[in-house]
């Protein structure tokens, strides 16, 4: 039953073949914008939102598996969303992601 739940809560939000690697791409799923960012590693989801002063992520660059806000270039890694650079302090948001071919699945909780 938790097991079916969990499956549940995850929703497609986009197609792998429109997110090629080192790219990223924004999706909404309910009132929150979420960034997809395909590094090496895989796909991760991290909120599009600057902790430092609310820039959109999505006009920063993905770097490896991190991403540089684009307003004052603070560094989150987007595995984990941890701030690796001030002057943000505060970490992304992170989403679950599930690939299913060429499905990407987002688990976004209260969504
Ligand atoms: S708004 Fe992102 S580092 Fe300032």
Redesign the pocket.
């Known amino acids: 039953m938790t097991d079916t739940m969990a499956i549940d809560s995850f929703q497609w939000v986009a197609s792998l073949a429109d997110l090629e690697q080192g790219k990223t791409h924004q999706v909404t799923v309910g009132d929150r914008e979420i960034l997809l960012c395909h590094t090496a590693q895989g796909v991760f989801a991290v909120d599009n939102l ?6 959109k992520m999505c006009d920063g660059k993905l770097k490896g598996n991190k991403i540089l ?6 560094a989150f890694d987007v595995r984990d969303g941890s701030a690796l650079t001030r ?2 302090t505060l970490p992304l948001g992170t989403f679950p992601v599930q690939i299913d071919g060429d499905d990407i699945l987002l688990a976004v909780s209260g969504a």
């Open positions: 600057c902790t430092h002063a609310a820039a806000c684009p307003l004052h270039g603070a002057p943000a």
